[in-house]
């Protein structure tokens, strides 16, 4: 099974309809179907995290082997903050799926297998890459599922600092600091307001 060419023939098949939700999950004919739909609409949330602040250069990605070479060290630091950025940003995402829904706590797995594969797809990285990014993200998940799973504001307020830290921007000035966690925090609010209960709603009607 080529996890990735499944996501890229998915993204293809559906982008014809536009991303329907309802004509996305009326066409699913297993759980692992809906989890895999629901998990494309999951990575587009924290992307879109992403996109939606300030430090949206820090996150560039130079799939160049060339590059990879004759700069190691910067390439490294370029690619452990665009895994940590996502990485963190989905957390944040899964953190409002699971108080939404909290059965598919049972299911995360399968779906940061899902996720990464669509993200695989977006970005443009190998499965070499992806299994790398995912077993990442997987120990994030491990040493931050009591926070997502918390419901406490001080969980999401640790979890948006984690985020902003993961950028590296190298900034010492305190006022400086608090200003772009704010906006940070701003961020991730108007992504959890936005948060797609259209998508959630359909995918609960085929996966129950």
Not at 46 to 61: C, D, M, R, V
Not at 146 to 169: C, G, N, P, T
């Amino acid at each position: 099974m080529n996890i990735i060419l499944d996501a890229k023939n998915w993204q293809k098949k559906f982008k014809l309809i536009n991303y329907c939700p309802r004509e996305i999950f009326s066409k699913s004919k297993s759980k692992s179907d809906s989890l895999f739909s629901l998990s494309f609409f999951l990575m587009i949330m924290a992307t879109e995290i992403l996109f939606n602040q300030p430090f949206g250069q820090k996150i560039g990605i130079i799939h160049n082997n060339l590059y990879k070479k004759i700069f190691k060290k910067k390439y490294e630091k370029i690619e452990r903050v665009e895994i940590n950025t996502f990485g963190y940003s989905f957390l944040l995402i899964l953190e409002k799926l699971f108080k939404e829904e909290q059965s598919l706590q049972n299911y995360v797995k399968e779906i940061i297998n899902f996720v990464t594969s669509h993200w695989a797809t977006i970005v443009n990285f190998n499965e070499k890459e992806r299994i790398r990014r995912l077993e990442i993200i997987y120990s994030m998940w491990e040493e931050n599922r009591k926070l997502v799973l918390s419901y406490k504001d001080e969980a999401k307020i640790d979890l948006i600092f984690y985020l902003y830290k993961s950028f590296e921007l190298g900034i010492s000035n305190k006022r400086i600091i608090k200003k772009n966690i704010s906006v940070v925090n701003f961020t991730v609010s108007k992504a959890k307001k936005e948060f797609r209960f259209d998508v959630l709603n359909e995918f609960k009607k085929n996966f129950y």
